[in-house]
């Protein structure tokens, strides 16, 4: 019988959840789902200086929002310590790990002098032999190999060799009596049955540590996979001079969560030369034989780029859900059919929702703030008897649908006869305020007859104000 896959996700909560763990999670949800198996979320909060509620918050907020579910959790790390103190002990008492009372500054100097003689800077084994017992401020350390070598059979990089006499006798348990990162993480994995470690590749050199320990338990060793780095366009390591890296702050600047979901799985996975993929698509094509061996570049035209797909390809219900807290002060929306007719408007126009919800304001407002410029060019003197000739026609327009404007607007420029482009953009900036925006009947049905007819009072009173 098969085994059944069990990942994880264990982020630290230490800050926002940010681009390349929510990389990882998404590559550990699509392995498991691709393989129909069990994904685990684990929080590991045994920094208790720096770990907060709130970041454990912010990071469940922002796989919710990810659309990524875990099957089990989230479990607490800080929780299972005497779980893990058990274990620390099982190895003291196999002789598999050891007291240690070297001090901070002893060990600094050690350290220095491995480094003057162009040693590796690792623990020398001062008290691996001395059978020391438990004492105030004592640390464990784990009783490495010393001979052979330790294969990482790296899922993603293939095969990685680390000769045992490089590897350090890592602290397992701390003075202070708490088990470390390194050992707590491989008790977790053990205990959870997970079977796939799909992690960043700066925990490589963590891994063949981990091996030995999962051998010197007795547990099994689960497959690993290290997934490349995320680099920002000049070639290092992703950070915030990049651009945000924070996932929640790409739901502030108005992305769709599926574009920001779709971009991170190519950074670094492909599947031929497809770019747009649908949730359910990733779950079937996903596979890490297709993960790059090299970083992935963020690139955040490319993400615009999707962003802007998504937002056209929406429906205008779900954008004004998305859309809830992202218009600006001022605005009501509280009337869904009216504004999701604005979004109708603009949804194919622009890049992101924040850029719709300020290219909006004109169909909300009572009165338009015209742009100096525009206002100076088009809302003039001659155009003053055309405006007040349609604010008096539009009232009895039966059909006000594009096809009704349409008709409308062609029958007054022949009666008038005049050109539409004399009464275009002066009417363009009476009903939106601006020289560019959707078209001027697509404006006109959305906004409904008595607006329009406001909006151009609005701007007769304003000419007569200025001329």
């Known amino acids: 019988m098969m085994e059944k896959i069990r990942t994880r996700f264990a982020p630290s909560p230490t800050g926002y959840l940010h681009i390349g763990g929510a990389r990882t999670a998404l590559f550990n949800w699509l392995y498991t789902r691709h393989q129909g198996g069990e994904f685990v979320l684990r929080i590991e909060d045994t920094d208790q200086q720096r770990s907060t509620d709130e970041s454990t918050k912010a990071i469940l907020d922002a796989m919710t929002w990810l659309g990524l ?177 924070s996932v929640m702050a790409y739901k502030e600047m108005g992305y769709l969560p599926e574009a920001l979901v779709n971009y991170l799985v190519r950074l670094g996975w492909a599947h031929g030369d497809q770019e747009i993929f649908s949730q359910r698509e990733l779950i079937a094509f996903f596979d890490l034989d297709a993960v790059g061996k090299s970083p992935a570049v963020f690139n955040p035209e490319k993400l615009l780029w999707l962003n802007a797909h998504y937002i056209k390809e929406s429906s205008t219900e779900r954008l004004r859900e998305e859309m809830k807290l992202l218009w600006p002060a001022g605005i009501n929306t509280d009337d869904a059919v009216f504004t999701q007719k604005v979004i109708a408007d603009l949804q194919s126009r622009v890049k992101t929702l924040v850029e719709l919800a300020n290219m909006a304001d004109f169909y909300f407002a009572n009165e338009i703030k015209y742009e100096e410029q525009a206002a100076r060019k088009f809302l003039t003197a001659d155009v003053l008897p055309h405006l007040k000739a349609m604010s008096n026609a539009l009232p009895s327009v039966q059909n006000f ?61 304003y000419i007569e104000a200025h001329n």
């Not at 050109?419 to 305020?433: C, E, H, N, S």
């Open 69 to 245: 579910n875990w099957d089990e959790g989230p479990h607490f790390q800080a929780q299972r310590v005497d779980i893990h103190r058990d274990m620390v002990q099982k190895l003291v008492n196999d002789g598999k790990a050891y007291y240690c009372t070297c001090t901070s500054e002893e060990l600094e100097e050690k350290r220095k002098q491995a480094l003057a003689t162009g040693k590796k800077p690792k623990y020398d084994g001062t008290c691996r032999d001395k059978n020391l017992k438990k004492s105030s401020g004592s640390v464990v350390r784990f009783r490495g190999e010393q001979t052979g070598v330790t294969i990482v059979k790296d899922l993603i990089k293939g095969n990685i060799s680390f000769n045992n006499d490089e590897l350090d006798d890592l602290i397992i348990e701390r003075g202070d009596g708490y088990p470390t990162y390194n050992f707590a993480v491989v008790v977790d994995d053990a205990l959870m049955k997970i079977t796939h470690v799909i992690r960043g590749d700066d925990h490589v050199n963590n891994t063949p540590r981990q091996i030995l320990m999962y051998q010197a338990l007795g547990f099994d060793v689960p497959k690993f996979a290290h997934v490349p780095m995320i680099l920002g366009s000049d070639k290092a390591r992703l950070s915030k001079r990049h651009g945000a890296t």
């Open 401 to 461: 649908s594009k096809e009704g404007l349409e008709e409308f607007l062609k029958n007054f420029t022949s009666e008038r006869n005049i050109k539409f482009k004399i009464i275009a953009q002066p009417l363009r900036v009476a009903l939106t305020g601006k020289t560019v925006s959707p078209g001027i009947d697509e404006v006109m049905v959305t906004l409904g007859k008595e607006r329009v007819i406001k909006k151009i009072q609005n701007a007769i009173n």
